[in-house]
């Protein structure tokens, strides 16, 4: 039964040659036997007794939507009601429980899949490879002294591994296409508004989105239908029509026009990347697409600008975990100053502080206009880059990952080399846009991402254009 996708297992239950209880079942012995540290939390008693609630709606005859019984995993910084905590894999939210749930989960639950449980991630989703979490890291599924990608790290192992069919992640600069190259699956961050993030804890307001890891665009799509759509408590949710999305996986991508930016394909790609993305641009020309060189000339100042914004957020964002109304208190409190400073230097490891000083810095009087204001102003020239090109062609193709997973601990004294690494992922944040990373071969046994980025709210597009291209793990 592990290895049907979604979209497969979805049939099969609605036709009743499985149970929902059974699916669950499947995938909890798998996640127990698993060594690769992919989960923080497990909702074997919850899940179950969720999937025998869908089952006995079916058998009394109930029309239910289809899907109901799919099992799936969820990123722990999205919250959820009940036993299982929120932890954000910190220290400072260690054990807390959330009282509600993100608007992501009232849709899941109410199409009936099955929570299993809390993926593991970098802090507060602050990272590319998952070394960051306060519980450990991660192994890649395929070697585990390599890295997963990040931050949704246990996210895409999790699916890559098969202890269930999907997974939810959230995408920041990123987080969510580089651990689906680094796992050989597809992953899409949607256009910024097109799913709520109400009830997801914010890392960078303006950048974050929630998105679905799966093994192939249909289940994708599947996942991304359900959890699209606009809801008021979130004010930059867009009210727009949500589209049909495993439907625009019909037909072909003949006159697709896609571009090629040049500034995507420089010495710094490792070659044998660029070759196996290459292929996959022949792969799509064989389909009928067009392909054409493009410029996205303030590619190079991405990293810089979007470390600014992104910390800025972040040092606003974390301030409420002070130790007295979220998470971690110190036992050492003396006067008021003294317990903050200690709750949050106990609480938080040294990568989210890292973060936390330097958007404290760029927001502080004196380098406010020196820091912040320009790269938001280099954040305007890249979304007018990425309008013009839009003029020209109707996806841009692009390598997700410069360089293949590496070994846990590589960058451990170089965090700006480890910044890099997100180089050609941070531009689709910053612009608002839709991004999906689909396999695209292999290097030295290790997946290779190939990024489709799309005009806002075109997902359908980027996911047929992905459909093509369908592989992945075996």
């Known amino acids: 039964m592990r290895k049907l996708g979604a979209v497969a297992l979805a049939a099969s239950l609605e036709s009743g040659q499985v149970s929902a209880v059974e699916a669950a079942r499947e995938c909890l012995a798998a996640i127990e036997a698993d060594t690769h540290h992919c989960l923080l939390a497990v909702r074997a008693r919850e899940a179950l007794a969720e999937a025998e609630a869908v089952d006995r709606r079916r058998a009394a005859g109930e029309s239910l939507p289809f899907g109901a019984g799919v099992p799936l995993i969820i ?7 009940g036993a299982a905590p ?44 998952n070394e960051n979490s306060a519980f450990g890291p991660v192994g890649h599924p395929l070697d585990p002294e390599r890295v997963p990608g990040g931050s949704s790290g246990g996210s895409a192992a999790s699916v890559a591994l098969r202890l269930a069919p999907l997974a939810l992640g959230s995408d920041t600069g990123g987080s969510i296409r580089q651990p689906a190259a680094f796992c050989g699956l597809v992953g899409l961050k949607p256009t910024y508004g097109r799913v709520s993030r109400y009830g997801l804890v914010a890392y960078g307001s303006s950048l974050d989105q929630i998105g679905p890891l799966a093994r192939s665009a249909g289940d994708a799509a599947f996942l991304l239908g359900i959890i699209a759509g606009h809801d008021r408590r979130d004010s930059t949710s867009a009210d727009q029509p949500v589209p049909d999305y495993r439907a625009a996986l019909d037909g072909d991508i003949r006159g697709l026009r896609l571009g090629l930016p040049d500034e995507y394909f420089t010495d710094a790609l ?21 392909v054409r060189r493009i410029s996205l000339p303030h590619t190079p100042y991405a990293v810089a600008a979007y470390y600014i914004i992104a910390t800025a957020e972040a040092s606003a964002n974390l301030a409420r975990f002070d130790g007295v109304r979220y998470g971690h208190r110190t036992a050492q409190s003396g006067n008021l100053l003294e317990m903050y400073r200690r709750s949050r230097s106990e609480g938080f490891g040294p990568e989210v502080q890292r973060r936390i000083m330097l958007g404290t810095y760029v927001l502080s009087a004196g380098y406010y206009d020196a820091y912040y204001i320009k790269a938001m102003k ?42 890099l690494q997100d180089i050609y992922t941070v531009t689709v944040n910053l612009a608002g846009l839709p991004g999906v990373s689909v396999p695209s071969g292999t290097v030295d046994g290790m997946p290779v991402g190939l990024q489709l980025i799309g005009r806002p709210f075109e997902e359908a597009t980027l996911l047929k254009a992905a459909s093509m291209l369908e592989g992945g793990l075996s």
């Open 75 to 81: 990123k722990d910084n999205i919250v959820l009601r």
């Open 378 to 419: 280099v954040r305007g020239l890249i979304t007018r880059d990425f309008n013009r090109a839009f003029e020209q062609v109707d996806a841009v193709v692009t390598p997700t990952a410069p360089n293949l997973p590496w070994k846990i601990g590589a960058f451990k004294d170089d965090p700006v080399a480890a910044y």
């Open 270 to 290: 490792d070659s044998r990347i660029r070759e196996q993305v290459m292929a996959g641009v022949k792969k799509l020309e064989a389909q009928g697409a067009e």
């Open 86 to 129: 929120t932890t954000c894999a910190s220290k400072i939210l260690e054990n807390f429980v959330s009282p509600y749930d993100a608007h992501v989960v009232e849709r899941l639950r109410e199409h009936g899949l099955v929570i299993l449980g809390k993926a593991n991630m970098d802090e507060f989703a602050m990272g590319s490879s």
